[in-house]
């Protein structure tokens, strides 16, 4: 009798390990199959860098207007294995800008090698080229808008560690 007793208190606790065995099994399944979600999309997810952007190809726009009540742009650099990442961008004029306030940043780095770009705006893809802004009258129009559209202010005291690019029409 007493020997029975042990024998169901060992099955239980037994049976409690393969329990705890297969969610933790369960649990590492399903972050694999996220993982593999995730790297197999094509743009970005939020702030996680994506490959080539897709979309509806459009010819480079003679204004931006239409981009000033969104939040946020796709931007694609590195044509050869392609890069993306969610960004803030404003239009200024015919120009549109996008910044980074990290002149490390892998998109940076990418337009320093090679400024060919891909915007994506609400499904639509726009090819063109990327310069960097050193102008700087241009340089605080620009921060001036992207103040106005985002609503943050920058210190005038400080000095700034970012980089401001304007992306025009990819020459033909």
Request: with cysteine; charged share 20%.
């Amino acid at each position: 009798m007493i020997q029975h007793r042990y024998k169901h208190i060992f099955l239980r606790c037994r049976h409690l390990d393969i329990d705890s065995t297969m969610r933790t099994l369960s649990l590492n399944i399903l972050f694999l199959i996220c993982v593999f979600a995730i790297a197999s999309c094509s743009g970005p997810i939020g702030p996680i860098a994506g490959g080539e952007l897709e979309g509806n190809p459009k010819a480079w726009p003679q204004t931006w207007a239409f981009a000033d009540d969104c939040e946020n742009v796709l931007l694609q650099t590195n044509s050869a294995d392609p890069y993306s990442v969610t960004l803030w961008g404003v239009s200024i004029d015919q120009a549109f800008y996008v910044a980074s306030g990290d002149q490390s940043a892998a998109w940076v780095n990418n337009l320093d090698q090679d400024p060919a770009i891909v915007l994506g705006i609400e499904d639509n893809l726009y090819t063109g080229a990327a310069e960097r802004v050193s102008d700087p009258q241009e340089l605080l129009e620009v921060v001036e808008q992207y103040s106005l559209k985002y609503d943050f202010y920058v210190d005038e005291n400080n000095e700034a560690d970012g980089v401001i690019f304007r992306l025009t029409a990819a020459l033909k």
